[in-house]
């Protein structure tokens, strides 16, 4: 087993742990190291060292191999079931801690290829579509990655949920959480928006790249009818002028410097 050792500061933490986890680690150790912290990430193969000995030059990288750990365990451990919002609640596959009286639980296989789902985007969304899912007629969840938008939403009472990606390896993770969560047919689509016809979707949910939400924006205003919704996150704030010169008066929320917006495309301007 290989190990990367990473120094950060600790408001950068989550960042280079999500970072991490998107190349392909195996699990990630946590050490405080006064105003900083220190992470230290397994690999199972050395091919990658030049890659990521690049990737995070900024953060004094050091590449070692040492004795076997049990990773698995220490995945287990790093992601305890956890109360989002006030309805949800989210739980990786292995855990045996009781749903809280109230909560609809949402069961995932963190460290997969999609994500952990403890990501602000990923928490700010759930809290939004905990707000505007409810009873509406369809949910549209564009990149939907390991697919808990998707599954949140059917929880909390979406009468028809979409799934797309067009990640293929994303979309096997998202069939087996939807599988944890008892649902046998799930609504997978590999593909992007603009397979889908105009007016489809009642409420829009995605969790993508800025540049990728800005480049797809007309296609995402077209899928979502006009007393529909549409919810927008996976930037950070220094991005967000951009959106709300296209989303004015939307409503954003935040979690450290990430946000989201929720719109109405009846109060989007005419293009």
């Known amino acids: ?38 992470l230290i990430a397994a690999f199972e193969s050395d091919l990658t060292r030049g890659r990521l000995l690049n990737r995070f030059a900024h953060y004094q990288p050091e590449w070692f191999e040492e004795e076997s750990i049990d990773w698995a365990e220490y995945v287990k451990s790093s992601w305890p079931a956890r109360e989002v919002g006030d309805r949800l609640f989210l739980a990786p596959a292995w855990s045996t801690a009781a749903t809280p ?10 460290g997969l290829a999609s994500g952990t789902g403890e990501h602000p985007c990923t928490l700010l969304a759930l809290q939004a579509l905990e707000r505007h899912s409810p009873n509406v007629a369809r949910v549209v969840d564009i990149g939907t990655g390991s697919g808990i938008l998707a599954i949140a939403a059917l929880h909390l009472g ?7 990606d067009t990640d293929l390896e994303a979309l096997q993770v998202a069939q087996e959480n939807f599988r944890l969560n008892g649902f046998k047919r799930p609504p997978l689509v590999a593909g992007s928006c603009n397979c889908l016809g105009a007016d489809c979707s009642t409420l829009t949910v995605a969790n993508i790249d800025g540049t990728v939400l800005l480049s797809m ?10 007393n529909g919704r549409l919810i927008l996150t996976g930037f ?27 719109s109405f495309p009846s109060e989007f301007p005419p293009p």
């Open 1 to 38: 087993m290989f190990s990367l050792r990473l120094i950060c500061p600790a408001e950068e933490a989550e960042l280079v742990s999500v970072y991490l986890w998107e190349q392909g680690t195996a699990g990630i150790r946590e050490q405080e190291a006064g105003a900083e912290i220190v």
């Open 101 to 110: 009286p109230g909560r609809h639980r949402v069961m995932h296989s963190p």
């Open 158 to 164: 979406a009468q028809e949920v979409l799934a797309l």
């Open 217 to 226: 924006f007309d296609d995402l205003l077209r899928v979502t009818s006009p």
């Open 236 to 262: 950070p704030e220094w991005e967000l002028a951009a959106f709300l010169n296209l989303l004015p008066g939307a409503a954003v929320s935040g979690m450290n410097e990430w946000r989201c917006l929720v």
